[in-house]
């Protein structure tokens, strides 16, 4: 079965500029989430998608937005880049038990960002 | 905000050595994560252990879970050089957010 699939693997903005990154988690995987990873910072959550509806948020300002898809595929948007967005932007997708819990996460291989 | 946080911060050992990674938590958790990631990729999801649940083994890791204590430990016996990686610890407290901590770098030479 296919991994969960992020394009593009980099990309290279400027400042001010914005962007949109995708990703197609593992098929029957509703929830999906996303996570910026700096070497200063670590692995920040940035929010949750799970049947179209955001579930959870991380504590991101609001240049930071997503969305679910249908067919679970997610996107998500950096308006107004700042040098400091500059990040691997990391996916997960999860299947969800009975009772909700999600289960473990895959991961895609992430999006490297660099804002100039 | 870091809910894991993992010791050491970097670890060097030989090939065939034991190495030991611990995690500490701070609130009340559903289950815990352990995740590997080789430089600049994606985060590989190694073993999960339930908030019941004691210890697990799988293959070479042996994962252990008090929750008296909040801690987690991840052994990985007989240490080969494809092990080196950062290694990460997660906790899921409600049902859906995975928090990590910022990992332990693990260097295994030949």
């Known amino acids: 079965k296919a991994g969960v699939t992020q394009t593009p693997r980099y990309l290279i903005k400027t400042r001010g500029q914005q962007v949109t990154l995708s990703c197609s988690p593992i098929?029957?995987?509703?929830?999906v989430s996303w996570y910026q990873q700096t070497p200063g910072q670590g692995l920040q959550f940035l929010f949750e998608?799970?049947?179209?509806?955001?579930?959870n948020k991380g504590n991101f300002p609001g240049r930071f937005s997503g969305r679910q898809f249908s067919n679970s595929r997610s996107e998500m948007n950096v308006s107004t880049l700042e040098l400091g967005d500059s990040a691997l932007y990391l996916c997960?997708?999860?299947?969800?038990?009975?009772?909700?819990?999600?289960?473990?996460?895959?991961f895609g291989q992430g999006t490297r960002l660099t804002v100039v | 905000s870091q809910q894991g946080e993992e010791d050491p911060q970097a670890l060097s050992i030989q090939e065939g050595e034991n190495a030991t990674m611990n995690c500490s938590y701070k609130?009340?958790?559903?289950?815990l994560q352990w995740y590997r990631q080789n430089s600049g990729r994606g985060l590989v999801h190694l073993i999960l252990?339930?908030?019941?649940?004691r210890e697990k083994h799988s293959g070479r890791l042996r994962v252990t879970l008090d929750t008296s204590k909040k801690s987690s430990s991840l052994l990985i016996t007989a240490s080969r050089a494809a092990d080196t990686a950062s290694y990460f610890c997660a906790t899921r407290e409600g049902y859906s957010t995975l928090t990590f901590g910022k990992g332990t770098m693990l260097l295994v030479s030949p």
């Open positions: 252990i339930r908030s019941n649940e």
């Open positions: 098929s029957g995987h509703r929830s």
């Open positions: 998608y799970f049947s179209e509806t955001q579930r």
């Open positions: 609130t009340s958790i559903n289950n």
């Open positions: 997960a997708s999860s299947r969800q038990l009975t009772g909700g819990v999600n289960t473990e996460a895959f």
